[in-house]
C-alpha cells in the first residue's frame, strides 16, 4: 500500500513521501513540524506564510485530492529546482522527478493531478 498519482509513475509509502516532504521542506529552510497539519499545539504556523509554490505539494493531503493543471506547472519546475542537487541516486530525488514528469504530463493534458 502506498501514495500512487493518476499521471506518471511515481509512488511513496505513506510514511516515505512524509519523510521525503520534510526533506523538500528543509530546501526551503522551513520545519513542517511547526506547520498546520504537522504540529499538534496551538501555536502550528499558517502555510499563508509560506510564499513559495511547493507549498501546493508540502500542505496538500497524502491519500486524496488533486491539483489543477496550472499548479502542477509550477510545482513541476520548483519541484526539479528544489532537487537539482540532490545525488542522483538518492530514491527521492528519482521519485521527485517522476513526480514533475506527471505533474507536466497533467498540464499539457490540461488534467487534474489526483493523489490517490
Known sequence: MGLYFSHGSAH???????DFRRKLAKEINLDLETMEGYSD????????T?????????????????????????????????????EPSDLDKQQALLLADGMELAFKRKELFVFC
Open 41 to 48: 499545539n496551538d501555536s502550528a504556523i499558517s502555510w499563508d
Open 12 to 18: 511513496w509509502t505513506y510514511r516515505y513521501f512524509k
Open 50 to 86: 509560506v510564499k513559495d509554490p511547493i507549498v501546493y505539494l508540502l500542505n496538500h493531503s497524502d491519500c486524496d485530492g488533486d491539483l489543477s493543471p496550472q499548479i502542477c506547472k509550477v510545482v513541476a519546475t520548483r519541484l526539479r529546482e528544489l532537487v537539482q542537487k540532490w
